[in-house]
């Protein structure tokens, strides 16, 4: 279902796959720094989930301001909140590259406002966390994810140049909130690792991304 997400005097396009039968809870997922809603990881990540019955809400913001992306990450958790078609009890924000900073920036700006962190927001995953520029290691871009209270699934590539493997498990080391790592072996930023095709590497962190999910959601209701 195509929808538009009213933002400023803009409007945010965005994409709603809706599972046959009714879900709890939603995943809202946006794109990098390049390309948009349609990017094939995206693509792939929101028919699985459809397809174990999770909602997915996919939004494309153009815009390379981290504050800009962050406030149209804002407008459509708040749609989705308010959103009369589709209750949800929680929602997971999700994000590949820069998408997923945007996520974790909402987050801090809510527990800044101390508004409970917003109950509504389960917790976050993360496709490809840009961790430092390339070859940049000294400047690491870890302050709002100290911020982060709830759970949290990074799923990196081993060989990712914007996200070297010992630094991102220094900073999960330090982050209050629960989290876990599932490291793509030999990936790059893009996630693309030499010898395996896209659908067989997609196949691993769907699967990584829906069973992190279901024990989030069981958890919360044992």
């Known amino acids: 279902v195509k929808v538009k997400i009213p933002f400023g005097n803009k409007y945010l396009d965005a994409i709603f796959s809706v599972p046959e039968k009714k879900s709890t809870y939603g995943v809202i997922l946006t794109h990098g720094a390049g390309g948009d809603m349609n990017f094939p990881h995206l693509v792939s990540l929101a028919a699985y989930l459809v397809s174990h019955g999770v909602l997915c809400l996919r939004f494309t913001c153009k815009g390379l301001n981290i504050a800009y992306r962050t406030k149209a990450f804002k407008t459509v958790v708040e749609y989705l909140k308010l959103s009369d078609d589709y209750k949800l009890s929680g929602v997971f924000l999700a994000g590949r590259s820069m998408g997923f900073r945007a996520a974790a920036s909402v987050i801090r700006q809510l527990s800044q406002n101390d508004d409970d962190g917003d109950d509504f927001i389960q ?96 958890l919360e209701h044992e």
């Open 123 to 218: 917790g976050l995953v993360c496709l490809s966390y840009p961790l430092h520029r390339p070859k940049l290691q000294s400047k690491l871009r870890d302050e709002d994810l100290l911020f982060i209270r709830c759970p949290v699934l990074f799923v990196s590539g081993s060989a990712d140049e914007m996200c070297e493997k010992k630094l991102l498990e220094g900073v999960a080391s330090k982050m209050k909130a629960p989290k876990k790592i599932h490291w793509i072996d030999k990936a790059n930023h893009g996630m693309a690792v030499k010898g395996r095709t896209t659908d067989d590497v997609m196949e691993e962190i769907n699967a990584q991304v829906f069973s992190w999910l279901r024990e989030n959601v069981e």
